[in-house]
C-alpha cells in the first residue's frame, strides 16, 4: 500500500479531487482539482509546485565516484563541473536503455544521482573494484519542482541562494525558510523551472514558504496528469545524449555497432492531422473530441497501408493547440516530413488519419535557458 511522502499533508489538504496513483509506493496526486486545466496553465503561464520526492536518489561518494558515473552513463561524467548537473540514460551490456535521469557534480568526488526506477543493485555491480561508496538515500532527501515562467522570479524572492546566476543545469546552494537546500535549474516539462533537494523532516516549512511567497506568482500545486502533457510537449530522443567517443561503458560496443549500421527504429513526433480528425466526427454528426489527459494507449502507424510503428503517447496540446504523439517508428519512415498515418478509434470504429513526422520537442521556449530578469 503506497504512503504518503514528506510533504503529503500539504498535498492531501490541497487535493479536492481525490485524484491520486502510486508512483514508487507513494501516494502521487494526479490532479487537485477535477480537471488538470489550471495545473497545466500554470506551468506554461506561471508557477507550479510539484512534489517528485518518489524519484529514487542515489549518493555516490569517494576517490573513485567519477569513475563509476562513467563506467555506467553514456555520457562523459569527467568532463561534469562542480556544480554542474546532465541528463543521461544508462544502458545494459546489449545497449539497451535501463533508465534516465539526472547526475549533479555536488563537489570533485561526490555525485547526487536520481532515477526513475530503482538502480542500487546495477550501481553497485558496476562498482566492482572501485573506491566509491553508493547510498539509497530515496527516503531521507524530499524534492519539489517549481516549474514555470515566474518561477525564477519567484524563488529569488523566497530563497536566499544565487538564483540570477544560477544557468540552466547548474546547481546553487542556499536555505528557504531557514532550511539547507540545494537548487538546481532542472526539471521535466521543458520549461523555465527548478528542482529543490532537502532533508525530507523539513519539507514542510520548504512548501510552505514557496506557496505563500509564491501568491504574487500566481502559484499552483500541480500534479501528474498535467506533467504527463507538460512532458509530451517536451519530450525527445536519448540518441543526442550517447557520446561514443568517450571511454568505455557499458553498452558501448553495441551502440557502435547500430550507429554504423543505422538504427533498426527511432522514437520520432508525430503533428496529427487536425482538419482529418475533424472530418471524421462531422461523417457521424458528432463535435470533434478528443482525450484531456495524455494517452498511453500503444496504436498502430500506418505507411502505404502496412503498420510501420507505434504510438505509445498521444496527448492535445494547449499550448499549441494540436493534436501530437510520440512513435516508435521503424526504418526509414521515421524522417523527418514523412506522412505517416495513426490509428484513430471513434464511436468504436477504427480509422486512420495523416500524421506528420516533426522535430522533437515540441515546444521549446527560450525562457528555459534565458538569464533570469527580476
Known amino acids: 500500500m503506497p504512503i504518503g511522502t514528506a510533504v503529503h499533508a500539504r498535498t492531501f489538504a490541497l487535493a479536492e479531487s481525490l485524484n491520486y496513483r502510486e508512483w514508487s509506493g507513494y501516494y ?9 486545466e489550471h495545473e497545466y496553465n500554470a ?31 553514456t555520457r562523459d561524467a569527467h568532463k ?15 545497449g539497451k536503455v535501463i533508465d534516465d535521469g539526472t ?15 530503482p538502480s542500487l543493485r546495477w550501481f553497485t555491480q558496476n562498482a566492482v573494484g572501485l573506491d566509491v561508496r553508493i547510498e539509497d538515500v530515496s527516503e531521507q532527501v524530499a524534492a519539489l519542482a517549481l516549474q514555470g515562467p515566474t518561477s525564477g522570479r519567484l524563488l529569488h524572492a523566497v530563497a536566499d541562494a544565487d538564483i540570477r546566476g544560477l544557468k540552466y543545469f547548474r546547481m546553487t546552494r542556499g536555505s528557504i525558510a531557514g532550511v539547507p537546500v540545494d537548487i538546481s535549474r532542472t526539471g521535466y516539462t521543458g520549461d523555465l523551472g527548478y528542482e529543490i533537494w532537502m532533508p525530507v523532516d523539513r519539507a514542510v516549512a520548504v512548501w510552505d514558504a514557496l506557496m505563500d511567497g509564491g501568491r504574487p506568482f500566481d502559484i499552483k500545486p500541480a500534479g501528474m496528469l498535467a506533467l504527463d502533457v507538460a512532458r509530451i510537449e517536451v519530450e525527445m530522443g536519448l540518441d543526442r545524449l550517447v557520446q561514443l567517443e568517450k571511454r568505455p561503458f557499458v553498452g558501448k560496443r553495441p551502440l557502435v555497432e547500430e550507429r554504423r549500421l543505422g538504427p533498426a527504429r527511432r522514437i ?42 507505434r504510438a505509445t503517447t498521444t496527448t492535445w496540446s494547449p499550448v499549441l493547440k494540436k493534436l501530437i504523439a510520440l512513435a516508435t517508428v521503424d526504418a526509414p519512415h521515421f524522417a523527418e516530413r514523412t506522412t505517416l498515418e495513426l490509428e484513430m478509434t471513434v464511436e468504436a470504429v477504427r480509422h486512420r488519419v ?19 530578469v527580476v
Open 28 to 36: 502521487a496526486v494526479s490532479a487537485y482539482e477535477a480537471h488538470h
Open 43 to 73: 506551468i506554461r503561464n506561471a508557477s507550479a509546485l510539484i512534489d517528485v520526492s518518489p524519484l529514487f536518489k542515489y549518493l555516490l561518494t569517494g576517490r573513485d565516484a567519477v569513475r563509476l558515473v562513467d563506467r555506467v552513463i
Open 80 to 94: 561534469l563541473a562542480a556544480g554542474q548537473v546532465c541528463y543521461t540514460p544508462w544502458c545494459d551490456d546489449h
Open 103 to 117: 547526475v549533479t557534480r555536488i563537489d570533485e568526488q561526490t555525485f547526487r544521482w536520481t532515477a526513475a526506477d
Open 268 to 309: 520520432v513526433g508525430l503533428d496529427v492531422s487536425w482538419p482529418a480528425v475533424e472530418r471524421l466526427y462531422e461523417q457521424i454528426g458528432m463535435p470533434p473530441q478528443v482525450a484531456a489527459t495524455a494517452s498511453r494507449v500503444a496504436v498502430p502507424v500506418y505507411r502505404n497501408g502496412r503498420q510501420v510503428g
Open 354 to 372: 495523416p500524421a506528420a513526422v516533426v522535430p522533437t520537442p515540441f515546444f521549446n521556449p527560450p525562457r528555459k535557458t534565458q538569464a533570469i
